[in-house]
């Protein structure tokens, strides 16, 4: 049973080692900017959905950025808001460089992009959210490497301290990771909330596709780079506070989708295949190990006093970690803790519960008998 403890640390050791692998392929490649002819212009499209709280500051923020460039549009696509945004957004119909584009449903996000891409007149391309404040000079210092050949898309980085200025561990070892990609080569996945790309690289999303941000850079690497701007920063709330259960389980649904589109991992570099296997989905193995570990300790800890003490210890820090309240005051330090009970429970979830039922409903007398009546009905 040693076994248990001993895989997880070497699993453990494996993971750590990705960012040291990254500096063995870690080079400072030189830009090479053209600087013939007149940049493009920028369009940028920024996404709303019942964000009437976040709006007036960002869309005057975002206009402000704009100025600097000679042609530029701000995009603005509404996905059906219930909560006045449609209103408020409608007292920009007469602006200039404002174009308004109003769902008649809900939509979901990549239909949003799509339909943003579609009516955009230049040829850099900026998307963005509506909750996230941004740096000042933002705009126009992610659009810059773009005017590089093999650059294709630029990725702002979300900051580690949040809108509280509280320090997030988890997201401050996320852009390392990031960070060190981008020197490796090319990064992964740009951060959703806000990142440049030229027009020509974008290719329409497939609307049922939930992870958008990675579907896309993984499109984009077929041809070009993808570089992080440390600079550019994205200041959002807390990591750990963003992290229910919901959105752990979209995300593992996410990376489903993408290992089932065969053709986008078969069109990628070996490289790129190991960066993706490795930064993506090693990491969600991680949580089983630790669960394996924590019961193995449980095991052991009837015989061994010490054992006990640290696996009693444990205990209480899982069930502090999963309480709302506390979590979001004293105890965000254990939301890593949280987030991997999120990710163990949606894979049980996923992968045993919900195949469970769909046998249930195909085997099941009552499913059958459904099934013929609505065949008879069709005939």
Request: hydrophobic share 45%; glycine share 6%.
């Given at each position: 049973?040693?076994?248990?403890?001993?895989?997880?640390?070497?699993?453990?050791?494996?993971?750590?080692?990705?960012?040291?692998?990254?500096?063995?392929?870690?080079?400072?490649?030189?830009?090479?900017?053209?600087?013939?002819?007149?940049?493009?212009?920028?369009?940028?499209?920024?996404?709303?959905?019942?964000?009437?709280?976040?709006?007036?500051?960002?869309?005057?923020?975002?206009?402000?950025?704009?100025?600097?460039?000679?042609?530029?549009?701000?995009?603005?696509?509404?996905?059906?808001?219930?909560?006045?945004?449609?209103?408020?957004?409608?007292?920009?119909?007469?602006?200039?460089?404002?174009?308004?584009?109003?769902?008649?449903?809900?939509?979901?996000?990549?239909?949003?992009?799509?339909?943003?891409?579609?009516?955009?007149?230049?040829?850099?391309?900026?998307?963005?959210?509506?909750?996230?404040?941004?740096?000042?000079?933002?705009?126009?210092?992610?659009?810059?490497?773009?005017?590089?050949?093999?650059?294709?898309?630029?990725?702002?980085?979300?900051?580690?301290?949040?809108?509280?200025?509280?320090?997030?561990?988890?997201?401050?070892?996320?852009?390392?990771?990031?960070?060190?990609?981008?020197?490796?080569?090319?990064?992964?996945?740009?951060?959703?909330p806000f990142y440049a790309l030229k027009k020509q690289c974008y290719c329409p999303l497939p609307e049922n596709i939930i992870l958008d941000d990675l579907y896309l850079s993984l499109r984009i690497l077929k041809s070009h780079r993808i570089i992080l701007l440390k600079d550019c920063e994205i200041i959002d709330d807390n990591f750990t506070a963003l992290y229910n259960y919901r959105r752990s389980k979209r995300y593992l649904e996410g990376l489903l989708q993408i290992v089932r589109s065969r053709t986008l991992i078969r069109d990628l570099g070996l490289k790129h295949r190991i960066m993706l296997v490795w930064h993506k989905y090693l990491r969600l193995m991680l949580p089983f190990f630790l669960l394996a570990t924590y019961v193995y300790a449980g095991l052991k800890?009837?015989?061994?006093?010490?054992?006990?003490?640290?696996?009693?210890?444990?205990?209480?820090?899982?069930?502090?970690?999963?309480?709302?309240?506390?979590?979001?005051?004293?105890?965000?330090?254990?939301?890593?803790?949280?987030?991997?009970?999120?990710?163990?429970?949606?894979?049980?979830?996923?992968?045993?519960?919900?195949?469970?039922?769909?046998?249930?409903?195909?085997?099941?007398?009552?499913?059958?008998?459904?099934?013929?009546?609505?065949?008879?009905?069709?005939?």
């Amino acid at each position: 049973m040693i076994i248990i403890p001993v895989l997880t640390a070497i699993f453990l050791l494996i993971y750590l080692a990705y960012p040291l692998w990254l500096s063995f392929f870690s080079v400072k490649r030189q830009m090479v900017i053209q600087e013939a002819g007149e940049a493009p212009g920028v369009s940028l499209i920024l996404l709303s959905c019942n964000g009437k709280t976040y709006l007036d500051d960002k869309i005057n923020f975002l206009l402000s950025e704009l100025a600097a460039f000679k042609n530029f549009e701000l995009i603005i696509v509404d996905d059906f808001s219930d909560d006045g945004s449609i209103r408020f957004l409608k007292k920009y119909e007469s602006h200039d460089h404002v174009r308004l584009f109003f769902n008649s449903c809900r939509r979901g996000i990549p239909y949003c992009m799509n339909l943003g891409v579609r009516n955009a007149k230049y040829g850099y391309l900026i998307f963005c959210d509506q909750r996230q404040r941004l740096s000042a000079g933002i705009i126009k210092r992610i659009v810059e490497p773009l005017a590089c050949n093999e650059i294709g898309a630029v990725s702002g980085c979300i900051s580690c301290r949040d809108k509280c200025s509280k320090t997030s561990f988890l997201r401050r070892h996320e852009n390392i990771i990031k960070l060190k990609e981008s020197n490796a080569g090319s990064l992964m996945g740009v951060y959703g909330p806000f990142y440049a790309l030229k027009k020509q690289c974008y290719c329409p999303l497939p609307e049922n596709i939930i992870l958008d941000d990675l579907y896309l850079s993984l499109r984009i690497l077929k041809s070009h780079r993808i570089i992080l701007l440390k600079d550019c920063e994205i200041i959002d709330d807390n990591f750990t506070a963003l992290y229910n259960y919901r959105r752990s389980k979209r995300y593992l649904e996410g990376l489903l989708q993408i290992v089932r589109s065969r053709t986008l991992i078969r069109d990628l570099g070996l490289k790129h295949r190991i960066m993706l296997v490795w930064h993506k989905y090693l990491r969600l193995m991680l949580p089983f190990f630790l669960l394996a570990t924590y019961v193995y300790a449980g095991l052991k800890s009837f015989a061994y006093p010490g054992v006990f003490t640290v696996f009693s210890v444990l205990t209480v820090f899982m069930a502090v970690s999963v309480l709302p309240a506390m979590s979001k005051t004293r105890f965000r330090r254990m939301g890593i803790i949280r987030v991997n009970i999120y990710y163990i429970v949606a894979f049980a979830d996923l992968l045993i519960i919900r195949p469970f039922q769909k046998w249930l409903t195909a085997y099941h007398p009552a499913g059958e008998a459904g099934k013929q009546d609505s065949y008879s009905q069709n005939v």
